[in-house]
């Protein structure tokens, strides 16, 4: 599922992101302040597994796209946790390296997280593919793009990537309108599937926001 870009400019930083799901799949209808670990976070949530596909606290900004770098040959019929719970397991650490050495991810299935670090301004793109965690230091780069191996091909990734670097210096809602403009009907992969919200966290050295727009 989905398509994620992030915007660094000047102090202010801006993640969107486009939930690429089964129009069925039930989430909440407002973004929600719960505690996990003894950290308090927001996001909005999915109904069925608990977790989430986006969220900010403290520490933290970040999102879960399916497949890894790239597309999964395989699944299997059941894993030992959703991703949208490994998601919120970042909450357990004070930093993405601690993540990174310590999480046990075995018998999870691929997954893609951007995670941004509010205080040190860190980004990364974290892989994993059911074997090796792959890391990818995006914290110099002004826009990181990335969609979902599983449901989009190399070359329709590449063209998105693409459109947002060549719209590098867009505000929020130009932003957001465009998340809007790529985002998957139903029928054009399968009639179950469709971007079904578009999320987007507006954060600077003082404050933070998120919109939840729910399509489906």
């Known amino acids: 599922m989905c398509i994620v870009s992030f915007y660094r400019k000047n102090d202010e930083f801006v993640l969107t992101h486009n939930r690429d799901e089964e129009i069925n799949r039930d989430s909440s209808k407002e973004i929600i302040e719960q505690k996990r670990f003894d950290e308090t976070y927001f996001s909005p949530v999915d109904v069925r597994a608990k977790g989430t596909w986006i969220f900010y606290s403290e520490d933290f900004i970040a999102c879960i796209l ?3 770098e790239e ?3 395989h699944f299997k019929a059941s894993y030992r946790e959703s991703r949208g719970i490994i998601l919120l397991d970042l909450l357990k ?3 993405v390296k601690e993540y990174i050495e310590t999480e046990n991810l075995t018998d999870i ?3 893609t997280i951007f995670v941004f670090e509010r205080k040190n301004k860190n980004a990364y793109l974290l892989y994993w593919n059911e074997n090796e965690l792959k890391v990818d230091d995006v914290s110099n780069q002004e826009v990181v793009t990335w969609c979902s191996s599983t449901l989009y091909s190399p070359l329709r990734r ?3 990537d693409t459109i947002f670097k060549l719209n590098n210096d867009l505000e929020t809602t130009q932003i957001f309108e465009l998340h809007n403009q790529l985002k998957m009907n139903k029928g054009d992969i399968h009639d179950f599937l469709a971007t079904t919200s578009i999320s987007q966290i507006i954060a600077n ?3 933070i926001d998120m919109k939840y727009c729910q399509l489906f």
Request: net charge negative; aromatic share 12%; no cysteine.
């Open 205 to 207: 050295h003082s404050e």
């Open 109 to 111: 299935a691929p997954f």
């Open 158 to 160: 590449a063209e998105i």
């Open 71 to 73: 597309k999964p040959t």
């Open 66 to 68: 399916n497949g890894g």
């Open 93 to 95: 650490y004070n930093s």
